[in-house]
């Protein structure tokens, strides 16, 4: 018997893996640190305002997202036209990929980065061509301006990269972007912005302003404490930002999301010293780890790496975590990623580092 069948290519998609949840332990605390969230719930005002546009949920949200397109554009000084809205920054990858791609074409990006963006790939039938970051978690950019050929349509840059945790710099993006043809388009994923806190750090904006195929990817999830509403938005020249909002599902971005995107923007400066106080937890477990002798990658977003030779050692290393309360995410064979999350929590992260054994 003949059943459907979807394309091979979306047959070979692998599964989004997620972050689980920490096991249950009776006497014991325990937390998530596998999805890169914030430990702080929203902002007193921002659940307000949630919960009182919840109460409109038999209507439709605004299709057009109004309020939040002139609330983001008004706070990164931009044209309205040169935003677009989704369901998270992982819509946009997936509207990305589809708008620019078909069978025909390429799309590079390094590896280990951000998991959706394989997938978004063969969702759309293109061919994925991985370029291994070097033994420090960064981007190898030489090696990626050589995987670019006539096919390429699309190239992700991931800056801080997820899950390696490195950012480049503005100087090295730059002279990537040279090398870089004016018909691919680059992708700048910048879903940890908020925390970069070093010399000569990129600018998203600036350097999308200045270019026709440059687009920044930035979300609410991570910074804004608001991963469950699911919002992410693009800022792009025009053009490319006119082709993701033709590609979105209509009405994706829902009431509640809108409505929290638009409260926790007007509470930004509030939200960004929570952003600091995690900075600052996130250099006492970089220090933390470091003096018990473990070699980590610089780590700019709200998590650290650390890389392993094994998928055994990664998997020993996540058991030893879950055993004293903490959930991390394995990413075999490379290494394990932990989220920078309760104080507790990290704490209790360098303890079990100054414990494992390295090597
Ligand atoms: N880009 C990167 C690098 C990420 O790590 C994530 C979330 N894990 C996203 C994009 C997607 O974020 P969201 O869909 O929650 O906006």
Known sequence: MTTPQPRPSVAAM????????????????TYKLSSNENPFPPLDG??????EAAGKVNRYPDAGSTELYEALATAYRVPAEEVALSTGAVALIFQLVSAYCGPEDEVVFAWRSFEAYPIAVLAAGATAVKVQVND?????????????????????VCTPNNPTGTSLTQTELDAFLEKVPEQVLVVVDEAYAEFVRMDDAVDGIATYRGR????????????????GFRVGYALAPAAIATTLRAMALPFGVNVVAQAAGVASLERRAELMERVDTLVVERARVVDGVRATGWDIPDAQ???????????????????????????????????????????EANTRLIDLAGRFPRG
């Open 14 to 29: 692998p599964a989004y893996v997620a972050g689980k949840p920490p096991a249950e332990r009776p006497g014991l605390v």
């Open 136 to 156: 420090d978690g960064r981007h190898d950019l030489d090696a990626m301006a050589e995987a670019i050929t006539e096919r390429t349509k699309v190239v992700f």
């Open 301 to 343: 977003g709200n998590f650290i790496w650390f890389a392993f030779s094994s998928a055994d050692r990664c998997a020993e290393f996540a058991a030893a975590a879950d055993e004293v309360g903490i959930m991390v995410r394995p990413y075999p064979p490379e290494g394990v990623r932990v989220t920078i999350g309760e104080a």
């Open 46 to 51: 921002v659940l307000e305002v949630a919960a």
């Open 212 to 227: 026709e195929n440059v687009v920044v990817l930035r979300t609410f999830s991570k910074a804004y404490g608001l991963a």
